[in-house]
């Protein structure tokens, strides 16, 4: 033993050799990554050359002036001014308005479908809550193609068509609405010039409410006392502009659908793509997002439900001052992976012909004009921005609401 | 007089009426509250309006052998299945030549075989079995395209579910792998490493598949040598591979996260290089955890199986779309969607169920909750 001890040891040899470039960390470290970059830019670089030759050989400029060009296609669904001699680039606009409406329409959809789902997950209720697990597990594992294509056959085969519900219109002239299988005919606001009062009304009641709250807050920091918060909201953000809109002397005025000989005039009409596109999105996304509402829920322990009983609290409460507050800190994260899914599986409008982004710019343009390079780069990248934006959004908002640890 | 009994002698008595089976269990999950009862009453009545029309549809009503979608709807006014069961052959098969055929049956039953030793690991000469579920890939690839002796077919004849499966297993299979390495990397210390690897996975995870699928099958053309054309099944495979992988990669660095340092660190101390450290230590560890995600991840992969059909394969809605413009037919979209959504219903549904088996059984953390 002591032996070993003092048997004394070769210092290590400081010498060069061209092993230890290789034995040492570092210096590994050094060279592998002097060889991935090489290799990531000869990669490039072959890419790039190939590009250029195909190029070439096919004699293709490069570039985006055919954004100006016209389009000579129709969209049946626009919001904004288009017409088949608008230029590609409105087209894209239009496009990307399409995608951006059905998205937003869909993230509102699905997150109080899946609130709603998910909470009737967590129901003691045996049946309610054995039902919504079928749904759930149904939706959540079939395509969500699946599920746009059967709702799109579903409104276009079962309801009514147009000539049908227009005999059937005559007799009742009340009416306002029409499902057809051309699409969901509804009145269409008329906005007056006295509309500006309303909207100011809105934003004033919401200046309002926010300004009641935190009054709220400092008094009951103060002095204990509690005041009703919620109905005084309500009372501001609802009540002000019904009062504004009556004051300004009803400044929105329904166009309503009115069946003609062949078709219905004025209205609007929520096409039957749009439409389907948008139940489907919002009952696949649902699904998924009730089970983050659930799992988020489970993760605050019982132990918290248990104190706040203890300190008394009623149920209402508890939920909404102890469970809703912690369980949402699980609940974001998951759900805005879910936004992004909404605003990315939007692209599967193609397969029924609603004209997104891809379907425009990707679709028909990139036919028309054979710059697939242009197109997709378009495509790619204003994805890539909606997908940024919303992470970020979400990030900074998550940031806000993340636990303060020591 | 009752009876009498020594201390402790008395026979239990029996628990009061509605303290016990279904009475109790009726009580305590349907009838609870006045809320419940209000919620269980209109649940019931709902399911009223709604199943027995739905079972006519589906069942009694329904037709499932006729020659014509009119002789379908003078028979019956459900569902016409009968539809389904004279196409059946190509829903399952696409354009695959009728006589050889029987080469998809094989190879889907091998698949099987080879799958049993990975999944089940209590089979029988499971070391022995594993070999051939490593040679499998070879075999499928010879009996699906023929050669040495088998009639070549090419990849424009697949179709239907046999080319869902095609393409979701390779998917799953080569993924996984891609998949890890890029989480590795995104975690490595390398800077420049990192830097790529992570530009790959949000570059992939911020773009919708189909318009990977249409840079494939459109542009990518344009970055090879001039003159070089291949299959565009593989272009898919390659796409729906790396698309996934992307997804993976974000999954087992979650999992990676989860390791504490402590971990390498000790693995460092045991004199361990970096591979074996992360193959005896961390992964291990860390892909447990991921199971779940890694699962969702390829139900998610064989779902969006479905999306070929926008660059013109014939995957099931593909071939249902094509059929479905057949004069005879036509109409009919509800009962081919449903066909079609039983059939991922069934698949995805199985692998959740395997994914939380294989939770459970490799739950030997010491948490208990």
Redesign the interface.
Known sequence: MSNALQTPVAPPRNGFSLGKIWTDKRSRGVIIQIFATAAFFAFIFWLLRNAVANFETLGKPFGFDFLWQESNYDINQHLIEYDSRSSHFRAGVVGVLNTLLVAVCGIVLSTILGFILGVLRLSPNWLVNRLSYCYIEFVRNVPVLVHILLIHGILVHALPGVKAVLKGATDDASQQFFLTNRGFYVPRPIFESGIWLVVAAIIGGIAIAMWYRRQARIKQADTGEQSPVFWMSVLAILGLPIVAYFLAGQPIQWDAPVPGRFNFKGGMALKPEFLALWLALSLYTAAFIAENVRSGIEAVSQGQTEAAHALGLPRGRTMNLVIIPQALRVIIPPLTSQYLNITKNSSLAIAIGYMDIVATIGGITLNQTGREMECMIIVLSLYLMFSLTISLLMNWYNKRIALVER | MSEQYLPGEHPDLRPPVGQTGLLLWLRK??F?SPF?IV??IL??YC?YLMLPPLFNWAFFDAVFIAESRDACRAAGDGACWGFIEKRIGQFTFGFYPVEERWRVVLAFVLLVVALVPLLWDKCPNRRQAIWFSLLYPFIAYWLLLGGMGLEPVETSRFGGFMLTMVIGVTGIVCSLPLGILLALGRQS?????RW?CTSFIE?I???????LL??AS??L??????GTTFDILLRVLIMVTLFSAAYIAEVVRGGLQAIPKGQTEAADALGLKYWSSMRLVVLPQALKISIPGIVNTF?GLF??T??V??IGMLDP?GIG?ASLSDIKWT?L??EV??F??MF??I???SM?RYSIYLEKKLHTGHRED
């Open positions: 999950n349907l609870s419940n919620l269980t649940t019931v399911l210390e390398l800077h420049i490493i790529l570059f995870r911020g773009v919708p598949l189909i318009t249409f840079v459109t542009m053309n344009y970055f090879l040598p001039p139900i779902k969006d479905t999306l059909i926008v809605l779309r109409g979209s509800t969607y449903v079609i959504a991922f219903f698949c995805c549904f959740s």
